[in-house]
């Protein structure tokens, strides 16, 4: 079983849909989570930085952590066509550790 | 602007010949981290180097070669015993060893051949 997994999609939404990507994971002993965005042929970029359950809010964006069903979410409201892009989580067991990335979602916001 | 710059965006090369990344850094992070990058995967890492003469196997070491001479630089060289060395190549760096924020490159695209 993979470390972490995620749908790689790819996902199409029209403009203003609320859009929700997902992960899971194996590991229980994971406790940082993050999401990247990464535009086409460009390096990943952090989102999102989120440590144990809750939930964590930044404008349009909202990271979602269940420890209980090892699963993350990232939440985009108001989608605009410069959210396409591709969307991966990462994991790792503490702030000093490797860390894990997921295949990424690909995301297409369509006007 | 500081930032992590990646040189060539772009390399071909033939079966057999190695060739260098380039990967300059002027946050004055001290780790510095090379990741492979192919469709479906995650990314995977490759090296890792916490200080200055001093780095680290990651996952997928084999078939590559890493150097840190100076704090801002660390260069990947994709030897002719890489297998299967089409990709695309992240640099990365970070204040410390922590994970959490990587800041990346723009990345270097290598096609073999």
């Known amino acids: 079983q993979k470390e972490v997994e995620q749908d790689p999609g790819p996902l199409s939404v029209p403009e203003g849909a609320i859009v929700s990507l997902n992960c899971t994971y194996s590991?229980?002993?994971?406790?940082?989570f993050m999401w990247y965005r990464q535009y086409s042929r460009k390096g990943p970029e952090l989102l999102m930085y989120?440590?144990?359950?809750g939930n964590k809010e930044d404008g349009r964006f909202t990271a979602q952590v269940d420890k209980s069903s090892k699963y993350i979410s990232l939440f985009i409201r108001d989608s605009q066509p410069s959210d396409s892009a591709t969307y991966l989580c990462?994991?790792?067991?503490?702030?000093?550790?490797?860390?894990?990335f997921g295949p990424g979602t690909s995301l297409s916001v369509i006007p | 602007d500081g930032g992590i710059t990646q040189s060539p965006k772009y390399l071909f090369r033939k079966e057999g010949q190695n060739v260098t990344l380039s990967c300059e850094q002027n946050?004055?992070?001290?780790?510095m981290y090379w990741y492979r990058q192919d469709p479906g995967q995650g990314l995977r890492l490759i090296y890792y180097?916490?200080?200055?003469?001093?780095?680290q196997k990651g996952d997928i070491a084999e078939g590559y070669s890493v150097s840190r001479e100076k704090k801002e630089s660390f260069p990947l060289t994709v030897t002719s015993a890489q297998k299967n060395p089409t990709a695309f190549y992240l640099c990365?760096?970070?204040?410390?060893?922590?994970?959490?924020?990587?800041?990346f490159g723009e990345g270097s695209r290598l096609t073999v051949l």
């Open positions: 990365a760096s970070s204040l410390g060893l922590a994970g959490g924020e990587l800041f």
């Open positions: 590991n229980s002993a994971f406790q940082y």
């Open positions: 989120t440590y144990s359950s």
């Open positions: 946050l004055n992070h001290d780790a």
């Open positions: 990462a994991i790792e067991k503490t702030s000093y550790d490797k860390v894990i």
């Open positions: 180097s916490q200080i200055v003469n001093d780095f």
